[in-house]
């Protein structure tokens, strides 16, 4: 679409707010970790339609075809990819295009740090975008974090990093961005919890066992269109965990004021309890282009052309208590986010080979929450582990997880 026309086109009344931020504000330079998934290109979607955005860089995996037409459709100045060979690939197909091309985890860093970025969206899937968003963080970069699995490994890390650099961190997670919205401008003493809503995974009815099911079923989410990791994590209910340690470091509470309910419907995004029995929610389309609108904006909202809620055609809504007995991982990640150090670091790479194994169907769907366990109870914690010592327990957990997989029969499918 043409931006010029993007921003003439909304209704009459709002046009102001994008002609001030077109004037005023300068623009903002993006860069995409992660923009050949689906944040990545829900992102790429907001931006095509905001003339005041830009992309800097982009960053992919191995997605060659998709990252070429993403750099012929933004024009960003410099991209990545991890895979060297599918870099080179890269290289060859765009062999007269000025864009720059680096390759592996250093080419990576080059994008996300470069100075005229002004914002990072961190949408590398897992443990592989830790490393990048640390170093946007020390390059001084605001961050729209959607890779939850750099809280769950380094919150406190990345607590410290934040406070000692004075970046945002503008959370996309749906659920987060909800509670990062209710919060603003209230003291953290008003707050009794926070309670974050979880679709409850396309099992969340299902009857009789979890044996059998197949990583097609698991992947087949009723709400949400998502990367196949998170899929699975939806599914077992370990996203809704990863979340609660996301939002812990997040928002500086502790364990006992966040909790979880199922709300099937996925239109109350989250909610906070406040000390005088209030409780404030905030509700939207199911749609990660809002709250992925709010971090590129933020502190301005912005008309999108996005459909907007309507309560009245949502009908009826519903909330109830997750069921711990049914979905363990959500269980261990509860245990974990009590105990912190080291402790969601190794559930978070444990739960990733887990999910592996699943998807390359080398291990059952009962068997994530099982194995997940057997590595925690394998755990040797540290209280405050540094970088390095995090490093090395993911890689523990991840090799540990494999190695019971091979010897344990219980884990045979
Ligand atoms: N999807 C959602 O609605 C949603 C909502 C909230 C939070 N999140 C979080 O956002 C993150 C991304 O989720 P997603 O659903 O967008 O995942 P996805 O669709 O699987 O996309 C993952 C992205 O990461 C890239 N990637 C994978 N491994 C990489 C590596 N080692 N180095 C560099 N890039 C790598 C992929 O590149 P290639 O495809 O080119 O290999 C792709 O661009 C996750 O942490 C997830 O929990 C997602």
Redo the contacts with the bound molecule.
Sequence with gaps: MNKQSAIRTPQSSIPDTHEMWAQSARQKKIAI????????I?TLEVIENLPFLSVSGL?????VE??ESQIYRFNPSKVA???EEKASELRKRLVNHPCKIWSGLSG?IEVATAPDVDLVVS????A??LIPTLEAIKAGKDIAL????TMVMAGEIVNELVKEIGVNILP???EHNAVFQILEGRQREDIEKIILTASGGPFRDRKGDFEGITPEEALAHPR????????I?SATLM?KG?EVIEAHYLFHLPAKQISVVIHPESIVHSLVEFIDGSMMAQLGITD?RVPISYCLTYPERLLTSLPKLSLAEAGPLHFFSPDLGRFPALRLALEVVEKGGSWPAVLNAANEAAVDLFLKEKIAFTNIPFLIEQVLERHSPLSHPNLEEILAIDRWARAEAEKLRISDCRLRI
């Design positions: 970790l992660g923009s050949t998934g689906s944040i990545g829900n960053v992919a995996g191995k997605n998709l990252l990819m991890m895979d990576i949408a590398i899937v897992g592989a975008g959607a890779n939850k699995e996309v997670d749906s949400w269109l998502m990367g196949p990791k998170i899929s994590d996203n990863l990660m």
